[in-house]
């Protein structure tokens, strides 16, 4: 039997649509089978809300559930040493060329059992969700090889199973060059990267390809071919771009269509001019920039200058980004990057959606997925204003509280 619709009223709703925060004082929100069938001012409801199940939220603010676009959040064990070795003066390049960075997660993830990543990776995710997180990004990346990275998106998979929340999983065997392939990072495109993506697509695991363009990392030659492959495949892409470095990465990506290009913080106005004409989404990454102690700021203003969307996320990880909650991510986007309170909604809602290449969430809108978040504050800014506190008073995943 179908759910009985339901009726959402005495709100503030701030509906993303537009420019602004979209707000509709003294709202009501009509929802009918897992979507928004009707949203605007209470006395405007229309006659088919008369049946509807009535939920007064009693003045609470409403926004669409957040989506939290890029997260590294399946993996074994943890980097505390590392955090402390930075501290002591070790950089992030250093540490990787030891051995240590992704490598030692690496290590960690393959030795960990699909029943141990899964259970470590619920507490990140419950966590998530008690912020009003609906939809995640999950990456691979942490595995190098065929079956650890399949091992990893096998998981990813499994949360969506157990967990009232929507996993959208990106292959990122291109994160590393694994201690076997040392020196022949050619050789591990060609023999791992591209092979175990067909193996994935094959089994249902994945839902974009992902790639680290570093000097560290892959080159943009090795990071094409990967993405020539996706493409075949019929797969979105998506790109770690320009975070310690300048390689094009941005650039490249949006030849490719690419979704999203990510951290940027070194990114230039070829690679802004690119993205825009691509409609490719610019997705920040305060986490890492504020772990990692960086001091190169994004180019905010010209990618607003230049009308390229921009998205946050907390980029959890082990290692560069141990952040696990979105709220401080907004915060420490508008502290750190300057953005306005509007934006890091809006980066944590719409233009995430379109990060990830999802036209239904995002906004409250009729025909939209009832995915939404209820808050006890009056006005959106405090989302991003308030630090270490939850606001959170009720989470609706697919029209279900």
């Known amino acids: 039997?179908?759910?009985?619709?339901?009726?959402?009223?005495?709100?503030?709703?701030?509906?993303?649509?537009?420019?602004?925060?979209?707000?509709?004082?003294?709202?009501?929100l009509l929802v009918e089978g897992g979507r928004v069938a009707w949203v605007g001012p209470r006395a405007g409801l229309p006659h088919t809300a008369s049946g509807a199940t009535r939920h007064d939220l009693d003045g609470r603010l409403v926004t669409p559930a957040?989506?939290?676009?890029?997260?590294?959040?399946?993996?074994?064990?943890n980097r505390a040493g590392e955090f402390e070795a930075r501290l002591l003066g070790a950089t992030y390049a250093e540490i990787a060329r030891a051995g240590g960075g992704i490598l030692a997660t690496v290590a960690a993830?393959?030795?960990?059992?699909?029943?141990?990543?899964?259970?470590?990776?619920?507490?990140?995710?419950?966590?998530?969700?008690?912020?009003?997180?609906?939809?995640?990004?999950?990456?691979?990346?942490?595995g190098l090889s065929r079956e650890s990275e399949l091992k990893m998106l096998r998981v990813a998979r499994q949360i969506a199973a157990v967990r009232p929340v929507t996993v959208r999983t990106s292959y990122?065997?291109?994160?590393?060059v694994p201690p076997e392939f040392a020196g022949r990072a050619d050789a591990y495109i060609d023999e791992v990267c591209i092979p175990a993506l067909g193996a994935a697509e094959a089994e249902g695991l994945v839902d974009a390809v992902d790639g680290f363009c570093e000097g560290i990392a892959f080159s943009p030659a090795q990071i094409?071919?990967?993405?020539?492959?996706?493409?075949?495949?019929?797969?979105?892409?998506?790109?770690?771009?320009?975070?310690l470095s300048n390689l094009g990465g941005?650039?490249?990506?949006?030849?490719?269509?690419?979704?999203?290009?990510?951290?940027?913080?070194?990114?230039?106005?070829?690679?802004?001019?690119?993205?825009?004409?691509?409609?490719?989404?610019a997705v920040l990454l305060p986490g890492a920039f504020y772990t990692l102690r960086e001091t190169k700021v994004p180019p905010v203003a010209a990618l607003r200058a230049a009308g390229v969307p921009i998205a946050l996320a907390t980029d959890l990880n082990p290692g560069t980004s141990p952040l696990n909650s979105l709220l401080l991510a907004m915060n420490m986007a508008c502290t750190l990057f300057r953005l306005t309170p509007q934006e890091a909604l809006a980066g944590t809602t719409r233009n995430a959606a379109a990060a990830l290449g999802l036209p239904d969430r995002g906004q409250i809108a009729p025909g939209l997925r009832a995915d939404l978040a209820v808050w006890s504050v009056n006005h959106p800014a405090e989302l991003s204003y308030q630090i270490g506190f939850n606001p959170l008073h009720a989470r609706i995943f697919g029209g279900q509280p």
């Open 1 to 28: 039997m179908a759910a009985k619709p339901a009726l959402y009223f005495n709100c503030r709703a701030a509906t993303l649509k537009g420019s602004g925060y979209g707000l509709i004082d003294d709202a009501a």
């Open 66 to 77: 957040l989506i939290d676009c890029h997260t590294h959040l399946v993996h074994g064990g």
């Open 109 to 142: 993830t393959r030795a960990a059992s699909e029943a141990e990543l899964l259970a470590a990776a619920l507490r990140r995710v419950d966590a998530l969700i008690s912020e009003g997180v609906a939809t995640i990004e999950i990456k691979s990346g942490y």
């Open 172 to 176: 990122l065997a291109a994160h590393a």
């Open 224 to 243: 094409a071919r990967l993405f020539s492959a996706a493409r075949g495949l019929d797969l979105p892409v998506k790109l770690h771009a320009e975070q």
């Open 250 to 281: 941005a650039a490249l990506a949006a030849r490719h269509g690419a979704l999203s290009a990510d951290h940027l913080e070194w990114l230039d106005d070829a690679g802004i001019a690119a993205m825009a004409a691509a409609g490719t989404v």
